[in-house]
């Protein structure tokens, strides 16, 4: 597929291709994915806000340049910013496709880097020479102060210009916990959101901390999606029970509220709130329980994203839409077109126990 | 008006809630920095002078500091990631930083057209970014019970024309009523947006637009800081009755 090169959340021309409960396609501007939705519907959203995770600075003991990507919470405190998982690059920068990117120097625990006004302290290496563990010097507030200036969006090859943070915060951004922008969400504006309460479509959110999506490194890429931190809000769960008993629809905007929603409601499917971290992995094999619609970005083949696509169709269903998404054009990554896939098999109220 | 006494504190109202305040090393906002805090308030500033910042940081132990200008664009992503971080979500947000335009009161024929934008820029633009950027903040906060509001520090001169006050009457009236569209256009959403004057007071940017007043016929700060917050607190949700109905069951699944 062909990459969308540049950094707008909602271009006029895009596209969604919509995959009914029986495989069947049709194709309408995104910006009518409202009319798809029946009322009752209830559309939940990430609502976390992306870090500038993205920190370009020096390993001390050798003097080399480096980039750290946050890239993980190692508990559930999204609050604890003194602590990250980290994935490290050596001297570069996006422009440089990932996978060409030069490794780091070696690290080890207790080298120190200095990230601009920020200075961190390795204190583990998690299993690979690029993935560690770090902590920053300093009050909370300082920290945080120094990531908000220093950091910027982590960004890949395909979008030369550079990201800000306006570029990458949706619409309904709020807990600065995600280390890539949970992307599904571009396609909301708040008259979309207008317009669902409008048709009796029900909007709640929950904040899933996502991570990054490439480290440019096969071996690393193997163990994503990282494990995420995640909140649900009494309210939102409180939404999710009266949709279920009333066996109506629960539409997701994205992957990553999948993930959430059907790691909080493994086993019986009822979602509780409170806080969680997402371990689960959705594919083929996967049953889910809460969701029964996902709108998501294009993805592609080999991807995690793409696997967890697998859980909501059969997987000749899958390859026809790829060649669908190939044949119209349509593009990929994160400002490109949408999907908007019913689960199959998964009517009204289908899927609940 | 007598000025001896501040009245009672809001501790049942905004025990717990997340605020942020622009301007709140100095005057006004200053003293709501002070007053939001004594009431159990979680509350985070802005102000653009790093040691002030510091300064009321230390002297009112618990809030959190950012230097920040408002009317810089590059700015207010990061103001808002240090607020909604450091506070974990936001309630209410206070656009109390102002800028007079000129550095003394000026004809519009007088006027630089720089003053006028570094004006337009603190008074309107800056106040319409941040909101922006903590809308989804906001309106998370209105959904799940809290209660959600916007209070753009007004002025008389938003509505009544007086000479030499243009570049800031003209930027305070765009607020206004960017203030008044927004309530409308955010109903649905639980959001409030107040437009609140104020009235004269004793501050240091009064003092630079009329520098011999007499202070003593002007209010104080924390009269006025009361005042805006008396307003927050009726458009807050009433406690209890207007909050979601509890989920089935809760519990940690870390």
């Not at chain 1, 490794?103 to 006004?117: C, K, T, V, Y």
Request: overall charge negative; hydrophobic content about 40%.
């Amino acid at each position: 597929m062909i990459a969308a090169d540049r950094p707008v959340q909602r271009p006029p021309t895009a596209k969604l291709l919509m995959v009914d409960i029986e495989g069947r396609f049709a194709h309408v501007p995104r910006d009518q994915f409202v009319d798809l939705l029946r009322p009752g519907d209830l559309v939940i959203a990430n609502d976390a806000a992306t870090l500038p995770a993205s920190l370009h600075g020096l390993h001390v003991p050798s003097g080399d340049a480096v980039e750290v990507r946050l890239a993980g919470w190692p508990a559930t405190a999204t609050n604890d910013v003194t602590h990250f998982d980290a994935v490290v690059f050596g001297a570069g920068d996006y422009h440089t496709r990932t996978e060409h990117r030069m490794s780091p120097p070696p690290l080890s625990i207790g080298d120190r880097l200095s990230l601009g006004p920020l200075s961190a302290t390795v204190v583990g290496m998690l299993g690979h020479p690029r993935l560690v563990s770090l902590e920053f010097d300093g009050r909370p507030d300082e920290i945080w102060a120094g990531i908000a200036r220093h950091g910027r969006p982590i960004q890949y090859a395909h979008i030369e210009e550079p990201l800000a943070l306006w570029d990458v915060w949706t619409v309904v951004a709020g807990p600065p916990v995600a280390f890539e922008p949970p992307s599904a969400g571009f396609a909301l504006s708040w008259a979309t959101i207008e317009r669902l309460h409008q048709r009796g479509v029900g909007f709640v959110t929950i904040t899933l901390a996502s991570g990054i999506s490439s480290t440019g490194d096969t071996e690393l890429d193997r163990r994503l999606p990282l494990p995420e931190p995640y909140r649900i809000s009494e309210a939102t769960a409180t939404a999710i029970a009266r949709a279920k008993l009333a066996g109506r629809r629960i539409v997701a905007i994205g992957t990553s509220v999948v993930r959430a929603l059907e790691h909080a409601g493994e086993g019986d499917g009822i979602v509780r709130a409170g806080d969680g971290v997402a371990t689960n992995r959705l594919d083929q094999r996967s049953h889910l329980t809460v969701v029964d619609a996902i709108l998501t970005g294009t993805h592609e083949p080999g991807t995690s994203h793409h696997d967890l696509l697998a859980a909501f169709v059969t997987p000749d269903t899958l390859a026809r839409i790829d060649q669908e998404l190939d044949a119209h054009q349509y593009l990929t990554h994160e400002f490109g077109d949408s999907l908007l896939i019913e689960r199959t098999g998964g009517g009204i109220g289908g899927g609940t126990p | 008006m007598p000025h001896s006494e501040i009245p009672a504190s809001f501790e049942q109202t905004f025990s717990g809630l997340r605020v942020l305040v622009t301007g709140g090393t100095s005057g006004l906002g200053l003293a709501l920095v002070r007053k939001l805090a004594a009431s159990g308030a979680r509350v985070a500033f802005v102000a653009r002078g790093r040691e002030r910042v510091e300064r009321v940081a230390r002297e009112i132990p618990g809030t959190h500091g950012i230097v920040g200008d408002v009317a810089s664009k590059t700015d207010i992503h990061p103001i808002a990631l240090q607020a909604v971080g450091e506070l974990e979500g936001l309630d209410i947000l206070i656009n109390n930083a102002s800028d007079l335009g000129p550095s003394a009161l000026a004809l519009l024929g007088d006027t630089d057209c720089e003053d006028l934008e570094r004006a337009l820029a603190a008074n309107l633009v800056g106040p319409f970014r941040l909101t922006k950027a903590v809308l989804g903040s906001l309106s998370a906060s209105a959904r799940e019970g809290r209660g959600a509001v916007v209070l753009n520090v007004s002025s008389d001169a938003a509505i009544n024309a007086y000479p030499t006050w243009g570049a800031y009457s003209a930027s305070k009236a765009g607020l206004h009523h960017l203030s008044r569209i927004w309530n409308e256009e955010l109903a649905s959403e639980g959001i409030r947006v107040l437009s609140v004057d104020p009235g004269d007071m004793d501050t240091p940017m009064h003092a630079q637009a009329v520098p011999d007043a007499d202070p003593a016929t002007l209010k104080r700060p924390e009269i006025a800081a009361h005042e805006l917050l008396e307003q927050i607190a009726a458009a807050l949700p009433k406690h209890s009755s207007e909050i979601p109905e509890a989920a089935p069951a809760t519990g940690d699944r870390a």
